[in-house]
């Protein structure tokens, strides 16, 4: 009968530990490629209905996988809205962003290589070189 409670405790730990295991070796935005670096957040007061957030975020390179993927990992709330507008580094980007349907400044239009973005339901948009005509 003590032989059996051993094993029982054994077990438990050992699932605990995977389960710690698991929980801290979980993929983020630190595991990609591409050196993201958030140089701007806004993110509108209303807790009780749609929350918005808009970054803006440099990166080095063209990863456009990776950058879809740091917009995966970002936060996001159902029938919410994240904005993500990508920036090469080592060039121009804005300083701040802001709410409403503008969110950089025209002259920074330019240096943006792509937006991402996760609107209500979850429904994922990422374009490359957004503002080229």
């Known amino acids: 009968m003590k032989n059996k409670k051993n094993y029982i405790i054994i077990g438990a730990i050992v ?5 710690i295991w698991n929980a801290v ?5 630190k595991d990609l ?7 701007a957040f ?9 929350v918005i957030r808009v970054y803006a975020v440099t990166v080095e390179g063209e990863v456009w996988k990776e950058m879809e993927q740091y917009g995966n990992y970002m936060p ?4 919410g809205t994240t904005r993500i507008y990508f920036f090469e580094a080592g060039k ?8 409403g ?5 025209a002259e920074m239009e330019k240096s ?12 994922v948009s990422f374009k490359q070189y957004p503002f080229r005509k």
Do not use: W
């Open 25 to 29: 070796s979980e993929p983020g935005i």
């Open 101 to 105: 349907d503008n969110n950089i400044p």
């Open 42 to 50: 806004v993110r509108n007061e209303q807790n009780s209905g749609p």
């Open 15 to 19: 699932l605990v530990a995977a389960m």
């Open 76 to 79: 996001h709330t159902k029938y």
């Open 92 to 99: 121009p980007y804005p300083a701040t962003v802001s709410l």
């Open 33 to 39: 490629k591409g050196g993201f670096k958030e140089v």
């Open 112 to 123: 943006c290589i792509a937006i991402y973005e996760k609107g209500g339901m979850s429904q």
